[in-house]
């Protein structure tokens, strides 16, 4: 079975521009997460998404939205790009809402802000 | 808010050595999950052991080991019988029991080299 895929794997964007990040969940997972990874630090939770709704956010402004899809992919979109935005954006996804720490990590998407 | 930390940020073993490795959190929650996550240079993500706060048994995976310290709010990682891919970046994480969600708090990570 396919594990959480994530597109791209790389990107580059300049200051300002806007950017589109995917994740495809495990067949079968309603919930998808999604976390910020700046270099040298632990990953730190945007969003979590359950059944189509936002069931989570943590401290990101406003220029960082998400939605997902019927079919339980998702999408993460950061705006008005700042050169602290470089980091590698990971998604999880678990069966359901409370799954008790059995996430299922992408391998990321590495954004670079020049 | 709950925090996580990790005070070392690197540490190196010999292949077939044991290692610990240290994390502390800070939390006013009564029940919750403390993980152990590995990161590889392939950067995904991988679950290496789970410790439900409300068990006063330590959680065991083959070679992974953990030595929970409820009081003391510490959750150590010992790694067994080390091996070269367990070479990774280590991450201690946290998670409420109740309250919404599946939000993982993550520390900064201990790098760890397992040499020849």
């Known amino acids: 079975d396919a594990g959480v895929t994530q597109s791209p794997t790389h990107l580059i964007k300049t200051r300002g521009q806007q950017v589109t990040l995917r994740c495809s969940p495990i067949s079968g997972h309603k919930s998808v997460s999604w976390y910020q990874q700046v270099l040298g630090q632990g990953p730190q939770f945007i969003f979590q998404?359950?059944?189509?709704?936002?069931?989570g956010r943590g401290n990101f402004p406003d220029r960082f939205s998400a939605r997902q899809f019927p079919n339980y992919s998702s999408e993460l979109n950061v705006n008005a790009l700042l050169l602290g935005d470089s980091a590698l954006y990971l998604c999880?996804?678990?069966?359901?809402?409370?799954?008790?720490?059995?996430?299922?990590f992408g391998e990321g998407s590495r954004l670079t802000v020049l | 808010a709950q925090t996580v930390t990790q005070s070392q940020p690197e540490m190196s073993v010999q292949e077939a050595e044991t290692v610990t490795l240290s994390c502390t959190y800070d939390t006013s929650e009564s029940n919750y999950y403390l993980f152990w996550y590995k990161q590889p240079p392939s950067r995904q993500m991988i679950l290496v052991i789970r410790q439900e706060a409300y068990k006063q048994q330590n959680a065991t995976e083959n070679r992974f080991s953990v030595n929970f310290q409820k009081a003391a709010k510490s959750f150590s990682l010992k790694i067994s019988d080390s091996q070269l891919g367990d070479t990774a970046m280590y991450f201690c994480?946290?998670?409420?029991?109740?309250?919404?969600?599946?939000?993982?708090?993550f520390g900064t990570g201990t790098q760890l080299k397992v040499e020849l």
């Open positions: 998404y359950y059944e189509k709704e936002e069931r």
């Open positions: 999880a996804s678990s069966l359901g809402l409370l799954d008790t720490g059995e996430l299922f």
């Open positions: 994480a946290f998670m409420k029991y109740a309250g919404g969600g599946n939000k993982l708090t």
